[in-house]
C-alpha cells in the first residue's frame, strides 16, 4: 500500500479490488476540462476514479497505488485493464491542446516516484501517444505489449479502450520523461542507442545551437537505430563521422531520420571505403 508523500490525499468513489497481474505500468489520461474540481466531479458521477488528477499546482491522490482504480474500460474476455497493475494519471488539459508546462512538471515528478515505488520502467511499449487538434486516429493498441511489458502508456495505447488522450506531444513528453525517452516494440535485437553526450555553442547574442554526440556499435547487419529524445523541428543537420576499423580501413556510417509509432528515429547504416 502507498500514498505519495507530496500529493494531497482526496478519496471520491473507491478502488475496485486487488491487482490480477502485472508488470506495472502507467497511464497517462487528460480531464478535458480546465480544473481538477471538475474532473473530480466527474470521477464521482461516472464511478470513474483515477489515482491522481495533476495540474499546474497540486497532486491529488483519490486510491492508495496498492489497488486497482476504475479509469478505464474492461471488457468481458481478453486482458485486464483498470486490474493489469496499472497506475492511471489524470491530467487536466486537453487531448487536442497545448498542455501546462507546470503540470507536466508536477506529472514528471509524479512519474518519478510511481517509478521508483512500482519498478516501472521509463519507456513507452506502443509508442508514443499520437497528437493533433482532433483524434489522429491510428493508435497502437497492442494488447500483447500491454499484457506483458511495463512502462508508460497513454489512454490511446490501452486494449478494449477507444479515447485518445492524452495527445502529447514530443515536447510534452520530453519534460514528463526528464529529457530521456525510451522505447521499446521495434524488431528484437535492434539496439536503441544511447545519448551519449551534449554541447551548447553560442554562436551570436541570445542564440545557441545545441550538438548532440551519439555512438554505438551497428548489428551484424550493418544496421543500428538510435531513438532521439530531441524534438523532430529542433534538428538541423545530423553529421556522420568516420572512423578507421582494427585494420586501419576507413569506416563510413550514413544517416537518416525517420519515425516510427510516433517517434523520432536516427537510422544508421554502416559500411566500409
Same mark, same amino acid.
Given at each position: 500500500?502507498?500514498? %505519495?508523500?507530496?500529493?494531497?490525499?482526496?478519496?471520491?468513489?473507491?478502488?475496485?479490488?486487488?491487482?490480477?497481474?502485472?508488470?506495472?505500468?502507467?497511464? @497517462?489520461?487528460?480531464?478535458?476540462?480546465?480544473?481538477?474540481?471538475?474532473?473530480?466531479?466527474?470521477?464521482?458521477? !461516472?464511478?470513474?476514479?483515477?489515482?491522481?488528477? *495533476?495540474?499546474?499546482?497540486?497532486?491529488?491522490?483519490?486510491?492508495?497505488?496498492?489497488?486497482?482504480?476504475?479509469?478505464?474500460?474492461?471488457?468481458?474476455?481478453?486482458?485486464?485493464? !483498470?486490474?493489469?497493475?496499472?497506475?492511471?494519471?489524470?491530467?487536466?488539459?486537453?487531448?487536442?491542446?497545448? $498542455?501546462?508546462?507546470?503540470?507536466?512538471? !508536477? *506529472?514528471?515528478?509524479? %512519474?518519478?516516484?510511481?517509478? =521508483?515505488?512500482?519498478?516501472? @520502467? &521509463?519507456?513507452?511499449? /506502443?509508442?508514443?501517444?499520437?497528437?493533433?487538434?482532433?483524434?489522429?486516429?491510428?493508435?497502437?493498441?497492442?494488447?500483447?505489449?500491454?499484457?506483458? $511489458?511495463?512502462?508508460?502508456?497513454?489512454?490511446?495505447?490501452?486494449?478494449? /479502450?477507444?479515447?485518445?488522450?492524452?495527445?502529447?506531444? &514530443?515536447?510534452?513528453?520530453?519534460?514528463?520523461?526528464?529529457?530521456?525517452?525510451?522505447?521499446?516494440?521495434?524488431?528484437?535485437? *535492434?539496439?536503441?542507442?544511447?545519448?551519449?553526450?551534449?554541447?551548447? *555553442?553560442?554562436?551570436?547574442? @541570445?542564440?545557441?545551437?545545441?550538438?548532440?554526440?551519439?555512438?554505438?556499435?551497428?548489428?551484424?547487419?550493418?544496421?543500428?537505430? =538510435? @531513438?532521439?529524445?530531441?524534438?523532430?523541428?529542433?534538428?538541423?543537420?545530423?553529421?556522420? &563521422?568516420?572512423? &578507421?576499423?582494427?585494420?586501419?580501413?576507413?569506416?563510413? %556510417?550514413?544517416?537518416?531520420?525517420?519515425?516510427?509509432?510516433?517517434?523520432?528515429?536516427?537510422? =544508421?547504416?554502416?559500411?566500409?571505403?
Amino acid at each position: 500500500m502507498a500514498r %505519495c508523500p507530496f500529493a494531497t490525499w482526496k478519496p471520491i468513489t473507491g478502488e475496485v479490488g486487488a491487482y490480477l497481474g502485472d508488470p506495472f505500468k502507467i497511464v @497517462h489520461h487528460t480531464t478535458e476540462g480546465s480544473t481538477a474540481s471538475g474532473a473530480t466531479g466527474t470521477y464521482r458521477d !461516472n464511478k470513474s476514479d483515477p489515482y491522481f488528477t *495533476v495540474d499546474a499546482t497540486t497532486i491529488y491522490q483519490h486510491i492508495d497505488i496498492g489497488v486497482a482504480a476504475r479509469s478505464l474500460k474492461n471488457s468481458p474476455g481478453g486482458v485486464q485493464t !483498470n486490474r493489469d497493475s496499472v497506475t492511471q494519471i489524470e491530467v487536466v488539459g486537453f487531448a487536442g491542446k497545448p $498542455k501546462s508546462k507546470e503540470t507536466l512538471k !508536477n *506529472v514528471a515528478k509524479l %512519474c518519478r516516484w510511481i517509478e =521508483a515505488t512500482h519498478g516501472v @520502467h &521509463k519507456v513507452w511499449p /506502443n509508442g508514443f501517444p499520437k497528437t493533433g487538434s482532433t483524434d489522429p486516429g491510428g493508435h497502437n493498441r497492442n494488447a500483447s505489449n500491454w499484457d506483458i $511489458k511495463g512502462g508508460h502508456y497513454g489512454h490511446s495505447h490501452v486494449p478494449e /479502450n477507444d479515447h485518445w488522450d492524452p495527445g502529447y506531444t &514530443k515536447s510534452e513528453v520530453e519534460v514528463i520523461m526528464g529529457g530521456s525517452l525510451e522505447s521499446v516494440g521495434v524488431e528484437e535485437g *535492434v539496439t536503441l542507442l544511447p545519448l551519449l553526450s551534449q554541447e551548447e *555553442v553560442e554562436i551570436l547574442a @541570445h542564440l545557441s545551437l545545441i550538438t548532440y554526440s551519439i555512438s554505438s556499435p551497428l548489428d551484424e547487419q550493418g544496421q543500428g537505430f =538510435a @531513438h532521439l529524445d530531441i524534438a523532430w523541428d529542433r534538428i538541423i543537420s545530423i553529421i556522420s &563521422k568516420a572512423t &578507421k576499423n582494427d585494420d586501419g580501413s576507413w569506416q563510413t %556510417c550514413t544517416a537518416s531520420l525517420t519515425e516510427q509509432d510516433g517517434q523520432t528515429l536516427l537510422v =544508421a547504416t554502416g559500411g566500409e571505403s
